[in-house]
């Protein structure tokens, strides 16, 4: 049996587009997902689909009554999403960027976050915020950041960082069939990656981490697109005779605490890996973690690798040394185990 492969790109849209078409209550915002003003103009037969075309073609597939377009005002848009999901609709709004949660930020952490416990419970907020992070591609220090933890930080967001077309797809679904807020951040180097997919609709449970690879003498905690580079990194360290094991969290918030937990008390070694800096970020909070519930296990310094502290330079040279690399996740797994 040949099983389909798309791109993570792919899976998202996909995810959107069966879920809009299973519930009429789905409506979709952002900025140019119509095309914007003036496209018959311009003699374009479908849509633009955001900045990275993720959405392409679900204009004109779905109506402009239900994927609307947007003006530039984050706080505007993102309001009216929040609001509407308090009302009965379940809405998906598009943040093109996350590095712009702070121009919503009061929308979301102010109001879309605390609006079920304002209510004791009588009012739900079934909004699904997608957003794009991480680097890599010289879009400057205003397009590049990875801010999760800071919406992490926030109770009544849950908190997905999908990592491959798989869980992309899992974890939108997951995202927009919940009664609660939901923020997923998709990092924009995956869009193009390729992944087993099924066709059909299926979730990610939410706060359910995956073990991505067995291992006995060093656990790997890789966020998002970090799942990448530590596969690789795994496979120069079996090349040493160490067996690392990877587990990919897929939802920070909430947390699968037991997964991670139970992977260090066997290994007895970890390192996080986090494209986001280390200060007050989730290789912090995970170090943190380890460290006061399971110190008798570990064998060995906690080790975090991350993105240098500073603003994300747009010069890709300086931005390839800004990043973590995979040589430095062999060699924070060789320092742990000295």
């Not at 993720?54 to 947007?70: E, F, N, Q, W």
């Not at 205003?142 to 849950?158: E, I, N």
């Not at 073990?211 to 890789?222: F, K, P, Q, Y």
């Amino acid at each position: 049996m040949i099983k389909r492969q798309i791109t993570y790109l792919e899976a998202v849209r996909e995810a959107m587009t069966q879920e809009m078409k299973r519930d009429e209550s789905i409506v979709f915002l952002g900025q140019d997902l119509s095309g914007g003003a003036g496209r018959e103009k311009m003699g374009l037969t479908d849509t633009w689909g955001g900045s990275f075309g993720v959405s392409k073609g679900m204009a004109t597939a779905l109506g402009t009554d239900r994927v609307i377009d947007c003006p530039l005002s984050e706080a505007g848009y993102m309001g009216a999403a929040a609001a509407a999901a308090a009302v009965g609709l379940r809405p998906i709004a598009e943040l093109m960027f996350n590095d712009f949660l702070w121009l919503a930020g009061d929308q979301l952490f102010n109001g879309a976050a605390k609006l079920k416990y304002l209510s004791a419970g009588k009012i739900t907020c079934k909004l699904t915020v997608r957003t794009v992070s991480g680097g890599g591609q010289s879009a400057g220090m205003h397009h590049s950041q990875s801010l999760y933890a800071l919406a992490a930080q926030v109770p009544g967001f849950k908190i997905a960082v999908p990592a491959t077309p798989y869980a992309a797809k899992g974890a939108l679904i997951a995202a927009i069939r919940d009664d609660d807020p939901v923020m997923i951040f998709e990092n924009k180097s995956l869009y193009s990656s390729l992944g087993t997919v099924p066709e059909e609709a299926f979730q990610c449970p939410v706060g359910k981490a995956e073990i991505v690879r067995v291992g006995s003498d060093v656990t790997i905690v890789a966020i998002s697109r970090m799942r990448l580079l530590a596969e690789k990194a795994a496979a120069e360290l079996e090349d040493m005779d160490i067996s690392a094991e990877i587990i990919d969290p897929i939802w920070l918030s909430p947390l699968d605490e037991s997964a991670i937990l139970e992977s260090v008390k066997k290994t007895g070694h970890l390192v996080i890996v986090d494209e986001a800096n280390n200060r007050c970020g989730m290789a912090a909070d995970l170090a943190a973690l380890a460290a006061d519930k399971a110190i008798d296990y570990l064998d060995g310094p906690i080790k975090s690798v991350t993105s240098v502290y500073s603003p994300v330079p747009f010069s890709p040279t300086l931005e390839a040394a800004y990043l973590p690399k995979e040589a430095d996740i062999v060699r924070a797994v060789l320092e742990t185990m000295k």
